[in-house]
């Protein structure tokens, strides 16, 4: 599996901590600026609501006390009691020449409101009063039915000075009209007839219809009004849906009825998501909602662009972070690189120091410290050199004193027992049978004598009961001798067998004994020696205790015999422990764990 480098995992940390810095960051500011603009197109939409609304209000207030005001005047009066007089079906001369024609007509079109007017009696007769164009008389027609009032509209007048009538088709045409009517009442207050205003549709458009983008709601912004049966009351700005035949089912409108006035995000009667502002509308006799609303994906143009622009600058901060981090990662690694290939030479035996970057941090520490683990490296590695040195000296001087000691014993013991055995053989005289037969009997004992010599030598080299009987048996054989030769009182006490010690343990443990008591009998002169071999645990305890003359602890180490002891403790992984005084004598403990 491939190790990922420092400097790769500081780039990857740096840009996955900046990436999310940057996401919270633009999220947070993409969500700020939604609200913000969201906030604001409801705030915009409200107010051209409140403008809109009242401009209708206001319109339908004027209407209705101009209707009033015409209402109550003489030629309204009298073309009421001309109406009762003329016969229905028969175009009046009275009527046709009706002195206030004029009147009406120049009243029909002075203005851009109305349509129609209509005077009507409370028997039913009425007539019509149309304008054609302007450069025509206005058009009266008597009519004794198709009267445009309902009789609900007629009711609410007894109630009521004026009434504004919904929408209802024409009696001559199918477009629909507005009709504001007012009760004509005699001087004692008592209904003689009606008269009416018809509205034409396209009036409110003034208001209503949104045509220019300039127009602050935009390409795709309108403002319509919708009556209680759901139908939209002024034109849309959009093909294809059309006045009184267009169902408008919308949240907006749907809350606009229920609760009034609010604000909402929902499907517009095209099925198209818009930001809407939504109230009713307080006129007598309609039961009508305004509704001002801005496609969605249009209001959010701004944020869009803001989202794109976050990206990009996302991006481009990314790659910023990307190079610097990179520049970064390098200047912290590149030193612990070099500690790195350093610290490989180390291991490859070669002791090198790394350069101290110009800095003044934990790197420079570092590589401060390491120089300085390189410098004791050396030294300590000069210091091995020099005592590897020395313990092979010590080694090579043991081996020469050893084979010294053997040539001394080869020479002094078993050469001079083979001396006098050949001096013996040479003495022999064949004339002398007698002589000759005690001669042979000597050498024979000096034969046995050499044997037991041999034996002896041998057994100090490698002794045959170690490999036969375990160390305790040859530490107590060794004791012996040692105790015979010396001619000192040796106390040897074992509580173990010391089986669990290999063969290597156990002859170099022999050794150790071998050298402690040579080194006790030729140097502390003592008369009384105590072993003892015990166990505890998977560790053996050796304990070796004198009577001699003791010596200083600062002495140790000058000879070789403690050198070879401490030599052999080490290799056996154990411990040494010494105590001496000069005159009170002198205590080995030696401390081995046994193998698993």
Not at 218 to 230: A, F, N, P, R
Not at 395 to 410: A, F, I, P, Y
Not at 543 to 554: A, R, W, Y
Request: proline letters at 2%; aromatic letters at 8%; a neutral charge.
């Amino acid at each position: 599996m491939r190790l990922i480098a420092l400097s790769e995992r500081l780039i990857l940390n740096y840009i996955i901590v900046s990436a999310i810095a940057i996401a919270s960051l633009g999220g947070l500011s993409y969500y700020l600026a939604r609200k913000a603009l969201l906030e604001r197109t409801f705030s915009q939409l409200t107010s051209v609501r409140t403008v809109k609304k009242s401009q209708v209000e206001n319109f339908f207030t004027d209407r209705e006390r101009e209707v009033v005001w015409v209402a109550k005047s003489q030629d309204v009066s009298t073309a009421l009691d001309l109406l009762s007089k003329a016969e229905i079906g028969i175009e009046a001369k009275e009527i046709r020449n009706f002195s206030m024609t004029n009147y009406f007509y120049h009243f029909l079109t002075s203005t851009n409101y109305y349509k129609k007017f209509l005077i009507a009696d409370t028997s039913g007769k009425s007539f019509l009063i149309e304008a054609q164009s302007q450069d025509s008389l206005p058009r009266i027609n008597l009519m004794g039915t198709g009267d445009p009032l309902s009789p609900e509209s007629k009711l609410r007048l007894l109630k009521q000075e004026v009434f504004v009538q919904d929408y209802r088709s024409d009696l001559s045409t199918e477009e629909p009209l507005l009709w504001v009517s007012t009760a004509i009442r005699d001087d004692w207050g008592k209904v003689k007839g009606y008269f009416s205003c018809g509205i034409a549709s396209h009036t409110l458009d003034v208001f209503m219809l949104e045509s220019d983008a300039s127009g602050g709601l935009g390409k795709t912004g309108e403002s319509y009004l919708v009556g209680q049966d759901s139908l939209l009351r002024t034109h849309s700005r959009f093909a294809n849906y059309f006045i009184l035949k267009t169902k408008v089912t919308s949240a907006g409108a749907t809350k606009a009825f229920a609760k009034g006035s609010g604000t909402g995000i929902y499907d517009d009667y095209r099925g198209i998501n818009v930001i809407g502002s939504y109230d009713q509308l307080k006129i007598s006799g309609l039961n009508w909602v305004i509704l001002v609303e801005l496609d969605f994906p249009e209001a959010m143009v701004p944020i869009f662009n803001l989202r794109n622009n976050l990206m990009l600058l996302s991006a481009v901060i990314a790659m910023m972070v990307f190079i610097l981090t990179f520049l970064i990662a390098r200047r912290i690694t590149l030193p612990l690189v070099r500690l790195k290939n350093a610290a490989q030479e180390i291991s490859e035996g070669k002791l090198s120091s790394v350069e101290l970057p110009a800095t003044h941090d934990e790197i420079k520490e570092l590589a401060e410290t390491f120089n300085k683990m390189v410098r004791e490296l050396d030294s300590k590695s000069r210091e091995l050199s020099m005592e590897r040195a020395e313990r092979l000296s010590a080694v090579l001087d043991g081996q020469e004193q050893e084979r010294q000691r053997l040539s001394r014993e080869l020479h002094d013991g078993l050469g001079q027992l083979l001396a006098a055995t050949k001096l013996r053989l040479e003495s022999i005289r064949p004339e002398d049978p007698l002589q000759s037969t005690r001669t042979i009997k000597e050498v024979s004992k000096g034969v046995d004598h050499t044997i037991d010599e041999i034996r002896r030598i041998t057994n100090d080299l490698m002794p045959a009961v170690l490999k036969e009987f375990g160390l305790v048996t040859a530490i107590r054989n060794l004791c012996e001798t040692t105790a015979e030769n010396a001619g000192l009182l040796l106390e040897f006490d074992s509580t173990t067998d010391a089986k669990g010690l290999d063969i290597k343990a156990q002859t170099y443990l022999f050794r150790i004994f071998q050298e402690a008591l040579t080194n006790t009998v030729k140097h502390a002169f003592a008369t009384k020696i105590s072993v003892g071999i015990s166990t505890s645990g998977k560790r053996v305890f050796v304990d070796l205790e004198d009577n001699g003359k003791g010596f200083h602890i600062s002495q140790l180490g000058k000879g070789n015999g403690l050198s070879n002891i401490r030599e052999r403790v080490h290799l056996l992984q154990g411990k040494l422990e010494i105590s001496a005084f000069p005159g009170k004598g002198a205590h080995l403990h030696i401390e081995i764990p046994m193998n698993d």
